[in-house]
Structures are given as structure tokens and as C-alpha cells.
């Protein structure tokens, strides 16, 4: 990194740490507030409610995203979500929501995702890629146990084609086995089974019953970890350390929730449906840095 890198990412960290002061909580018990940009609703269908009735949320009330039913196959990806966003950005601290995930069919192909993303079309560290940095909690209705963590730092997609940098982890909660980005694999999709988690639940069922789930993003480390209402607390299912801008992001960035059809099964290279019925995707609370 040349000498200009070094200050900007210097005064870079500094408004992270500066904004990291000011907290979001929300339960989500009223209509959304300021912290809230306007929802992304871009379907016939597609609808954000807070506060939306539910007698499993702590207070009985909680945000719904609702994906609709049987959409056209030329619609899907996160570009067609039901989505809502923070207002602000926030950096380093710690994410966390209580939230139940959309069910459907196993042919069908919905995701379920809470997470950061930053991507403004810049180089900014000057690596040849364009930075996109996120940090994923995503579930899929066609893998019911399994949940995706995903860091990234970068991604482009041009006449060029795709290029990226990440690492995921994939937990199945009810196997306890795990897969992962292999080592050199950063720029790939691929992922092969490691040592399992030494732990797990053989009922946990993420579309029935509301978890809470977080991350939390340090400069050099992101740990996942999850709530499964037992009693022992938040237990760790990743911790992903490495360099900024290499491995972890350092960009502030939006917090999202979102609920979106993918066209095909991220397990195995086949075609997944439109939900047959809208689906709903539900936050009790979240705590933002
Ligand atoms: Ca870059
Ligand atoms: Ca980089
Ligand atoms: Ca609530």
C-alpha cells in the first residue's frame, strides 16, 4: 500500500470508529422510523410492515418482509427484493437480530439474508478489483438447517466478467457439519466440508422459530454467532480473521434485511422455482452498532 493508502485508510478508520458510537435498536413494536430508508417493495406483492402482529415475538409485534408467490422466471436475484435498509452506515460492533426465516418448498428457491453492503463502484485500496464489502447471515428454503456466512471485500462484473474476494462458511445446525471457502479458493464459489462444529441441534428449524443471530465486525476479525434459545447463550460458529481490505471489509456500510428468489440452488447447479406462495420473511428486534 503506498503512503496515500495508508493515510486514507488511517482517517477512514477514525470515521468508523466515530460513527460506531451511535447505536440502532429496534423492536420493531411501531411504524418504521428515520433510522429506516424507504423500503425496496418492487413487486406487486412485495410489502415491509412494522409493526406486523406476532404472538412469538418477545413483544408480540414484529417487522415482516413478504416475497409474493409465483413470479415470472425472468425475475429473481437481490435486484427483485423485498428489502429494507438503515439509514445510515455503520461500522466495527456487533449486529444482531431475533428473526424467522422464510419457508418454502425444497424446489423452490427463496433466500432469507441480514446483512452489510458497501459497493460504490470504486477501487479504493487499489488491489485491481472494485471493493465490495459485506458481511452475510443468509438462509435458503431449500437447504432448511444450513446457514451461509459470507465476508467479502470485493466484487466486479463487467465486459471483463466477475471477479471477487471472499470466504464463506456454510453450517448445517441440525448435522452440525460445515463446509468452507478452501484456502486459495477466495475468488471462487466453491466450497468443501471440514472438521464439523463439534455441537448441534437437531431441531433447529429457522423458518418455524425465531433465533437471534450476529456478527461482530473488528478490523481484522468477524465473528458469527448464534442465540438457538436453549439457554447456554450465543454460541460462536465462525470466527474468520485476516487483513483488512484483503479478507475483512472497512468500509462503513448499510445494514440490511432482505427476502429475494434465487433461480438457482447455491448446492447443486439446478433451477430453483419462484416460491408457489408468498412467503414471509419476520425480525422481532435488531441491535446495530
Ligand atoms: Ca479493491
Ligand atoms: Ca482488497
Ligand atoms: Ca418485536
Redesign the pocket.
Given at each position: 500500500m503506498n503512503s496515500l493508502g495508508r493515510i486514507a485508510t488511517a482517517v477512514c478508520l477514525v470515521a468508523l470508529s466515530a460513527r460506531a458510537a451511535s447505536a440502532l435498536e429496534d423492536d420493531f413494536g411501531a411504524a418504521l422510523s428515520a433510522s429506516w430508508a424507504e423500503p425496496n417493495t418492487p413487486q406487486a406483492g412485495s410489502s415491509v410492515a412494522s409493526a406486523s402482529a406476532d404472538a412469538a415475538g418477545v413483544d408480540g409485534a414484529v417487522l415482516k418482509l413478504v416475497y409474493p408467490g409465483r413470479t415470472s422466471s425472468s425475475i429473481s436475484g437481490p435486484g427483485w427484493a423485498t428489502q429494507l435498509q438503515s439509514a445510515a452506515s455503520q461500522a466495527f460492533g456487533v449486529y444482531q437480530a431475533r428473526m424467522r426465516v422464510a419457508g418454502a418448498g425444497k424446489s423452490q428457491g427463496v433466500v432469507s439474508a441480514f446483512f452489510t453492503y458497501f459497493n460504490d463502484g470504486i477501487d479504493h485500496?487499489g488491489?485491481g478489483?472494485v471493493?465490495n464489502n459485506e458481511i452475510d447471515l443468509e438462509f435458503l428454503a431449500a437447504e432448511r438447517s444450513a446457514i451461509y456466512l459470507s465476508v467479502w471485500?470485493?466484487y466486479q462484473d463487467d465486459a471483463n466478467g466477475e471477479v471477487f474476494?471472499k470466504t464463506t462458511r456454510k453450517v448445517d445446525l441440525k448435522t452440525g457439519r460445515v463446509w468452507q471457502t478452501p484456502a486459495g479458493g477466495e475468488g471462487t464459489y466453491d466450497l468443501e466440508e471440514i472438521a464439523p462444529l463439534g455441537w448441534k441441534m437437531r431441531r433447529f428449524d429457522p423458518r418455524q422459530f425465531y433465533y437471534s443471530y450476529r456478527f461482530d465486525w473488528q478490523p481484522t476479525q468477524v465473528t458469527f454467532s448464534v442465540d438457538v434459545q436453549d439457554g447456554l447463550g450465543f454460541r460462536t460458529l465462525w470466527t474468520l480473521d485476516g487483513a483488512p481490505?484483503?479478507v475483512i471489509p472497512s468500509h462503513a456500510a448499510p445494514a440490511f434485511f432482505n427476502l429475494w428468489h434465487n433461480a438457482y440452488h447455491w448446492n447443486r447447479d439446478k433451477a430453483a422455482r419462484s416460491p408457489a406462495r408468498p412467503v414471509n420473511f419476520s425480525i422481532d428486534r435488531v441491535t446495530l452498532p
Open positions: 485500496d488491489d478489483i471493493d471485500t470485493e474476494r481490505d484483503d
